[in-house]
């Protein structure tokens, strides 16, 4: 059983493009949450999805996008890179009757230079 | 949602058991505590769950007092392998909860 699958791992971007990432969830999940977590500091939740529908938003501006798929897979788009938003990305899923229990990807690092 | 405080760092020695507490003072009637391992550059891996008493599995144990404004990770025979952030976390499990994490507690096992 396969686990979270986030790609791509490692992308490098120059400030004002946009970047598109992608994530599977786990077997049987049915729910995706978005984490940003810069260095040395613990993740920090974007927004979550469910049934297709954004649940849930973080502190995050408009720049943060996201979708999620039929399948429950999802994107996180971000338009207008900051340098500030070089950081690692993860993707979380869950099963909403579930214990809470997130389970992670392994993340992907974004370079905005 | 409940505010929780843990130390910044440890140190611990490969063998020795490591207890980490983290204090959540107004956790509510509804919230479970959870506490996630992460290792630089992958994603928080979960540890453990419990609402009261005694939670012990393969990897941990969590020992949670009557009041339960606080609760101990407990982590026996350390090795150097559990160098890691470790976060705990205090939330209702319902479907809206958001796992909120904080800096966490960053522990180093020496040789």
């Known amino acids: 059983d396969a686990g979270v699958t986030q790609s791509p791992t490692h992308l490098i971007k120059t400030r004002g493009q946009q970047v598109t990432l992608r994530c599977s969830p786990k077997s049987g999940h049915d729910t995706v949450s978005w984490y940003q977590q810069a260095l040395g500091q613990g993740p920090q939740f974007i927004f979550q999805?469910?049934?297709?529908?954004?649940?849930q938003r973080g502190n995050f501006p408009d720049r943060f996008s996201g979708h999620q798929f039929p399948n429950y897979s999802s994107e996180l788009n971000v338009n207008a890179l900051l340098l500030g938003d070089s950081a690692l990305y993860l993707c979380?899923?869950?099963?909403?009757?579930?214990?809470?229990?997130?389970?992670f990807g392994e993340g992907s690092r974004l370079t905005v230079l | 949602l409940a505010k929780t405080t843990q130390p910044i760092s440890m140190d611990s020695y490969e063998g020795q058991e490591v207890n980490i507490t983290c204090s959540h003072n107004n956790i509510a009637t509804n919230d479970y505590i959870t506490w996630y391992q992460q290792f630089p550059s992958q994603g928080p891996r979960f540890i453990i769950q419990?609402?009261?008493t005694k939670v012990t599995n393969e990897v941990a144990s969590l020992f949670i007092p009557a009041d339960r404004k606080s609760s101990t990770l407990s982590l026996p025979r350390v090795s150097l392998s559990d160098t890691a952030v470790y976060y705990c976390?205090?939330?209702?499990?319902?479907?809206?909860?958001?796992?909120?994490f904080g800096r966490g507690t960053s522990l180093i096992v020496h040789p």
């Open positions: 419990g609402y009261k």
């Open positions: 979380a899923s869950s099963w909403t009757s579930g214990t809470g229990e997130l389970f």
């Open positions: 999805y469910y049934e297709e529908e954004e649940r």
């Open positions: 976390l205090v939330g209702d499990r319902g479907g809206s909860y958001i796992p909120t």
